[in-house]
């Protein structure tokens, strides 16, 4: 990261490296169209802040991923609202065209009537920190560092969501890890 103060090809080297996983978590979340402006916004983002990249962290995808999560934090509010109306209709408001519509239907219910009405009702970190972990596929001290919490934290956070999911899917015998895996 610090080579790429001097050399802005460094720095493509890490969009390459990040690009693609960033944004198939950001789109998982708020669709593809979204994604690609909050993908645009996560780098953009880091190339301003990089001077203040901590050069001893190993991995830069953490550090990534937490610029992603608080964009995505500005946009808690439409998510929360989108979640509800697919609890409540059973379709996804976030398929904004055609192919979005197909590749949903696709996945096979990767979010699910029930998956979107546990969603709506985890609180913004217990979300957070499953998501990142269930479809971001951080482990727990990356998402611990992506969110700037402790890793005890990430863990409380994940068995509560965890609790909660399986109490509004439990009723259906669903496994929440199975749907949100997209398995």
């Known amino acids: ?11 493509g080297v890490l969009f390459d490296r990040h690009a693609a996983t960033i944004h198939g978590y950001l789109s998982r979340r708020v669709g593809t169209d979204l994604a690609d402006d909050l993908t645009a916004e996560t780098f953009l983002v ?9 050069p001893s962290r ?5 550090w990534l991923y937490g610029i992603a999560t608080r964009l995505l934090q500005r946009h808690h509010r439409q998510e929360a609202r989108q979640y509800r109306a697919l609890a409540r209709t ?17 996945a096979a219910g990767a979010l699910t009537r029930d998956l979107a009405a546990g969603l709506a009702r985890l609180g913004r970190g217990d979300r957070d920190v499953l998501l990142l972990i269930a479809w971001g596929g951080l482990s727990y001290s990356e998402a611990a560092d992506s969110l700037g919490i402790p890793v005890g934290t990430v863990r409380s956070r994940l068995n509560r969501a965890r609790k909660k999911l399986r109490a509004v899917l439990g009723e259906n015998g669903t ?5 949100l895996s997209g398995g």
Not at 1 to 11: C, E, I, K, P, Y
Not at 90 to 106: K, Q, S, T
């Open 46 to 54: 880091a190339l301003r802040k990089r001077a203040a990249y901590d």
């Open 175 to 179: 496994d929440p890890e199975s749907h």
């Open 1 to 11: 990261m610090a080579r790429s103060l001097g050399d802005l090809g460094v720095f």
């Open 90 to 106: 059973g379709v996804d408001p976030v398929a904004e065209n055609h192919a979005d519509a197909v590749a949903a239907r696709v």
């Open 58 to 62: 190993p991995d830069a995808r953490p």
